[in-house]
């Protein structure tokens, strides 16, 4: 056991997120009678696996909002789409997806003043040459041909950026 605590420490120093190198290391400690290092590795570990299980849930009904607020909107239920994106935006504020699929669902429910504020957000989260077109299209809808005009040409920029990133990427 105690050949498994030097490489079960050596793991974690290099990945602490590793429940289960943690737990094992817990485990040996006390084996070798390190009694209160076992309990605040078990300690540690119950955090994280409480906090993993946290994410799995919130992954899990941020999937649910997600697929029937798309099932919304093929039906053409609009309010009942927008409803549930907002709700998977309360719970994940900090994705570009959330607010990526909120914008949309306004643009389909020919809201494009309403989608302007979130379609932005998700700019500012994850820069997509998509994201500019969507942009350019609730500027488009809701009247505004200039800033339709320049979120296009914010679109092309980031297209040429990106060929020319990877053009020196593949001539390293």
Do not use: C, M
């Amino acid at each position: 056991y105690a050949d498994a605590v030097v490489a079960l420490e050596r793991a974690l120093s290099l990945d602490a997120s590793l429940r289960e190198a943690r737990y094992a290391l817990a485990t040996s400690l006390r084996r070798v009678g390190k009694t209160d290092e076992a309990t605040r590795g078990l300690e540690t570990f119950q955090r994280q696996q409480a906090e993993a299980e946290a994410l799995g849930q919130l992954a899990f009904q941020l999937d649910a909002l997600r697929r029937e607020a798309s099932k919304n909107l093929l039906a053409g239920s609009f309010d009942q789409a927008i409803a549930s994106y907002e709700e998977a935006l309360k719970l994940d504020p900090a994705s570009a997806r959330s607010h990526r699929d909120l914008g949309l669902a306004l643009l389909r429910a020919k809201r494009p003043s309403a989608a302007i504020e979130p379609l932005p957000a998700a700019q500012k989260l994850d820069e997509t040459v998509e994201g500019y077109a969507y942009l350019a299209d609730a500027y488009n809808a809701g009247g505004d041909r200039d800033e339709a005009l320049r979120q296009r040409a914010l679109s092309q920029q980031l297209v040429q950026q990106r060929k020319l990133a990877r053009i020196r990427e593949l001539t390293r």
